[in-house]
């Protein structure tokens, strides 16, 4: 017989056997194989929680969404059979709740008091230690010790940086998504220890696309107020420009407003608009205004004349024009 050591738990095994006779130099052949599993353990680590908390509805409830990772343990320690969510308000913790789970998100309605929410991952083992998060109450006022985030990309990762009041806060999360997907559960998030500074690779970005990307101080379970701003990883020149309108013209001036692009054709952010407009067998003249200012006056107009005006959307990396417009200034 022959103990085995060192084994995974939770891990299916073969074993065969061979024999060879002490007056020979040749061995047998192996053995029909033999397969069993270790046993499990309950999971040894924490699960990875993070919450999307959306603003009060009128009946003073509000959904709290919860999101958490898989447990990514190597080896594992046995297969997860599914979660268990306790929470209970923060100054009465008799009205403690339970919810069970096999999937890795929850949205719980609760009022607007504080919480204590916990979540602990099982197996037919055990439980691992419990994952707490403190939802604060809707009136609960938190200062801001984030100063500033900025963020920046290299060849191969996006880097996000920022600076805190408070040294002696270790740990923060940075939280990121699309701005334009609403759903909570597709949020990414990722804690971070002992800096003030965060990496992860390109890839996990999609160019061309706006990101809101927020940083929260951590208290131990309480997550403080987050500095929060919109970064693309890459830029295009937008699908398409504005729209040109006129006023009615005067003899010498018109008015010539214009929509903001969509934000889904923006493809980076808008930093300036160019109106063109050129007279009938004239030369094309040109004024740029800031991203802000949807509407310009044109002065200094040839009159009874016709022109044609367009107007350019750019933002880092190039500019597109809209369609043209045509008007005609007064006689008098």
Same mark, same amino acid.
């Given at each position: 017989?022959?103990?085995?050591?060192?084994?995974?738990?939770?891990?299916?095994?073969?074993?065969?056997?061979?024999?060879?006779?002490?007056?020979?130099?040749?061995?047998?052949?192996?053995?029909?194989?033999?397969?069993?599993?270790?046993?499990?353990?309950?999971?040894?680590?924490?699960?990875?929680?993070?919450?999307?908390?959306?603003?009060?509805?009128?009946?003073?409830?509000?959904?709290?969404?919860?999101?958490?990772?898989?447990?990514?343990? $190597?080896?594992?320690?046995?297969?997860?059979?599914?979660?268990?969510?306790?929470?209970?308000?923060?100054?009465?913790?008799?009205?403690?709740?339970?919810?069970?789970?096999? /999937?890795? =998100?929850?949205?719980? %309605?609760?009022?607007?008091?504080?919480?204590?929410?916990?979540?602990?991952?099982?197996?037919?083992?055990?439980?691992?230690?419990?994952?707490?998060?403190?939802?604060?109450?809707?009136?609960? =006022?938190?200062?801001?010790?984030?100063?500033?985030?900025?963020?920046?990309?290299?060849?191969?990762?996006?880097?996000?940086?920022?600076?805190?009041?408070? %040294?002696?806060?270790?740990?923060?999360?940075?939280?990121?998504?699309?701005?334009?997907?609403?759903? %909570?559960?597709?949020?990414?998030?990722?804690?971070?220890?002992?800096?003030?500074?965060?990496?992860?690779?390109?890839?996990?970005?999609? %160019? $061309?696309?706006?990101?809101?990307?927020?940083?929260?101080?951590?208290?131990?379970?309480?997550?403080?107020?987050?500095?929060?701003?919109?970064?693309?990883?890459?830029?295009?020149?937008?699908?398409?420009?504005?729209?040109?309108?006129?006023?009615?013209?005067?003899?010498?001036?018109?008015?010539?407003?214009?929509?903001?692009?969509?934000?889904?054709?923006?493809?980076? $952010?808008?930093?300036?608009?160019?109106?063109?407009?050129?007279?009938?067998?004239?030369?094309?003249?040109?004024?740029?205004?800031?991203? /802000?200012?949807?509407?310009?006056?044109? =002065?200094?107009?040839?009159?009874?004349?016709?022109? &044609?005006?367009?107007?350019?959307?750019?933002?880092?990396?190039?500019? &597109?024009?809209?369609?043209?417009?045509?008007?005609?200034?007064?006689? $008098?």
């Amino acid at each position: 017989s022959c103990n085995l050591t060192g084994l995974w738990d939770s891990t299916e095994y073969s074993v065969a056997v061979r024999c060879i006779s002490v007056v020979s130099i040749f061995w047998s052949e192996w053995s029909r194989g033999k397969t069993a599993s270790t046993e499990e353990k309950a999971p040894s680590e924490k699960v990875d929680l993070w919450r999307v908390i959306e603003s009060s509805h009128s009946a003073g409830t509000r959904s709290v969404h919860l999101i958490w990772k898989p447990l990514n343990s $190597f080896p594992p320690s046995g297969r997860i059979l599914g979660y268990k969510i306790q929470y209970f308000p923060e100054n009465n913790a008799a009205l403690k709740m339970t919810n069970i789970s096999t /999937d890795k =998100k929850i949205t719980l %309605p609760l009022n607007e008091e504080a919480y204590i929410i916990s979540i602990t991952a099982y197996n037919s083992a055990g439980n691992s230690p419990e994952a707490i998060l403190r939802i604060p109450s809707t009136d609960e =006022k938190t200062s801001q010790i984030i100063e500033t985030v900025r963020t920046f990309t290299t060849n191969e990762e996006v880097v996000v940086e920022w600076l805190a009041s408070e %040294p002696e806060v270790t740990e923060y999360v940075v939280e990121w998504y699309e701005e334009l997907k609403t759903d %909570p559960f597709g949020r990414s998030w990722q804690y971070v220890s002992n800096s003030t500074n965060w990496k992860t690779n390109k890839k996990n970005f999609k %160019p $061309f696309i706006c990101y809101n990307i927020s940083v929260y101080p951590l208290y131990g379970n309480k997550v403080g107020a987050p500095y929060s701003i919109q970064t693309y990883v890459q830029e295009k020149q937008p699908s398409e420009g504005p729209v040109a309108d006129t006023d009615i013209p005067g003899k010498n001036e018109v008015t010539i407003k214009w929509k903001e692009i969509s934000k889904d054709k923006r493809n980076g $952010f808008i930093t300036n608009y160019t109106i063109f407009y050129k007279p009938e067998d004239g030369k094309e003249l040109n004024e740029t205004v800031n991203s /802000d200012v949807l509407q310009y006056r044109l =002065k200094s107009l040839q009159a009874n004349t016709q022109y &044609t005006v367009y107007i350019m959307a750019s933002n880092e990396a190039g500019g &597109t024009t809209g369609e043209p417009k045509t008007f005609k200034t007064l006689k $008098f």
